[in-house]
């Protein structure tokens, strides 16, 4: 295969690539972020307690995230029809891959918080501060480093789950690599496609690196 | 200013408040002295209520805090000022996004609130520091924004929850100069607690002297070191305990405006030996500790005309 075949199918496949992880993390921070912070205000001795509902979100969010991605692809193709009204192409999958992100994001936003002293925290309480202020104006800007680095690894990890993605009819470079590196013996193909991934997530990760690292004033 | 009754706090088995009444009269800087585990932290936290406790009652400036409800409380709690161990200072931003924070919390509108900032990081002697970040800052200097932050609401009531124990000791006196310079022009009362003495005898008007949640001993200082026997007086001047048999401890507070230990020597012919004794510079004054030993016919007398004088006398059984 020479450059001028392999450009035309990796171009479109980088494009489905980026627009399957680009709309799942889009979809993962909106339900992911506020979920963490459900996770940290709701437990004992958070800023509202409520150990029964936090017990069930982290339930939940065990489960999500002790299923193989491949299987809960699989495992809620209903709910994906139900919402995109199909299984196949690319925006199909923005469902699945939002699914399975949503709750690793959701613990490394928790983690996040979790590192947010409670000398500031307290210290905001003693100034008068309401619960939804400290939310806002304390925890979420004080762990926004680790956010952000939280969101590198879940996108990193969105781009692997993407690949998987697209064996079962979601496209993107995960399926171009399937098709001719694996099925057609495009080795060249194969290799050319590994190092655009390995590439792109230098890029991200580093891109993420230096953006928490200009957030971070300790 | 501040009335707290019957405080209860435990922790499980732990009994970290058993029954305290504080009262803390406006302007008057009150230290409250204990080592770590006597229930000091604790009740600095139920004045504010960041920790409720279990029983009694809390009134600030009139206002009895622990009957408010939520938003009531948070209202209130603007108008107590908080410092603290290790600042708690917001590293996500500016020396004047810090101080700013308060009002934002309080709806002060943007330019009032940058006139008021300017105005504060003057007060602590933080001027053109606005644009740091915390963590330039030295430990003094992250003080001194923690106050100019708490301070921010024009607050009745500092509470100064170990404000100088992360400090080296020449830092923690230019801190507790800014306190009483604050005290003095603000009319502002401070409730501080603290294990070091040296900050009580430094800058406290009164102290309550606090161990296993109870206070033990509590008044104006001039008043504890004029009593006899008191656990404050003790601990300011370490002298061996028990007393020797025989010996004397004098104590001098308050200056008797003459020589009265010469005085006494000469006049009914005693010898007088100083097996110990040191002098304080406290709040109130310079207060003197001496252990003694009095010799001679007339020592009854002599210890009699001690006290005439204005001397308390403890002697030795």
């Not at chain 2, 139920?46 to 622990?66: F, H, K, Y």
Request: glycine fraction near 12%; charge should be neutral.
């Amino acid at each position: 295969m020479t450059w001028d075949e392999m450009l035309p199918l990796l171009w479109p496949a980088t494009v489905e690539t980026a627009q399957m992880v680009g709309w799942s993390t889009l979809f993962t921070v909106l339900l992911g972020l506020p979920l963490g912070v459900a996770l940290v205000v709701l437990d004992r001795g958070g800023l509202r307690p409520a150990p029964a509902v936090r017990a069930v979100l982290g339930f939940v969010v065990n489960v999500g995230r002790s299923l193989p991605f491949i299987v809960l692809m699989i495992a809620i193709i209903p709910f994906t029809r139900l919402v995109v009204g199909t299984t196949i192409g690319t925006a199909a999958f923005v469902v699945p891959l939002t699914v399975g992100a949503v709750p690793f994001f959701a613990r490394l936003v928790e983690t996040s918080l979790r590192e947010v002293g409670t000398d500031v925290v307290q210290a905001a309480q003693a100034m008068g501060t309401s619960r939804t202020a400290i939310v806002w104006k304390v925890l979420l800007p004080e762990a926004l480093p680790g956010l952000v680095a939280g969101l590198t690894v879940t996108v990193v990890a969105l781009i692997g789950y993407s690949a998987m993605a697209g064996t079962l009819g979601g496209g993107g470079l995960g399926d171009l690599a399937v098709r001719y590196g694996y099925q057609r013996f495009e080795t060249l193909l194969m290799i050319v496609t590994v190092v655009l991934l390995i590439v792109i997530v230098q890029l991200l990760q580093s891109l993420g690196d230096w953006v928490a690292r200009r957030l971070s004033h300790k | 200013m501040i009335q707290a009754s019957g405080l209860r706090k435990q922790y499980g088995d732990v009994v970290a408040l058993d029954g305290v009444d504080l009262s803390v009269r406006q302007g008057e800087i009150f230290g409250v002295l204990g080592q770590s585990g006597a229930g000091k932290s604790t009740l600095l936290r139920c004045v504010n209520l960041l920790e409720r406790p279990d029983a009694g009652t809390v009134t600030v400036d009139g206002q009895e805090l622990t009957a408010l409800r939520e938003a009531d409380l948070n209202r209130a709690r603007r108008r107590i000022g908080m410092i603290h161990q290790h600042f708690a200072l917001l590293s996500s931003r500016t020396v004047a996004g810090n101080v700013a924070f308060p009002l934002e919390v309080m709806g002060v509108p943007r330019a009032e609130r940058a006139r008021r900032v300017g105005e504060l990081l003057e007060l602590v002697g933080l001027e053109g520091r606005g644009g740091h970040r915390p963590h330039q800052l030295s430990g003094g200097q992250k003080q001194r924004v923690g106050i100019a932050r708490a301070l921010a609401g024009n607050p009745s009531v500092l509470l100064s929850d170990e404000a100088t124990s992360a400090l080296d000791p020449a830092t923690t006196q230019s801190i507790l100069a800014l306190l009483k310079r604050l005290n003095a022009e603000l009319g502002l009362t401070i409730l501080l607690i603290t294990h070091e003495m040296n900050v009580v005898k430094s800058v406290c008007d009164s102290v309550a002297i606090m161990a296993g949640g109870r206070i033990e001993e509590s008044g104006a200082i001039a008043d504890l070191v004029a009593t006899p026997g008191s656990r404050l007086t003790r601990e300011i001047f370490p002298l061996p305990e028990p007393a020797p048999a025989g010996s004397v401890t004098l104590t001098f507070a308050g200056d008797p405006g003459r020589p009265v230990v010469s005085e006494v020597v000469r006049k009914f012919d005693v010898d007088l030996s100083i097996l110990g004794g040191s002098i304080e510079e406290l709040a109130g004054g310079s207060v003197g500790r001496l252990r003694v030993a009095l010799e001679g016919a007339e020592a009854a007398a002599a210890l009699a005309y001690l006290r005439e004088s204005g001397v308390i006398v403890e002697e030795a059984s």
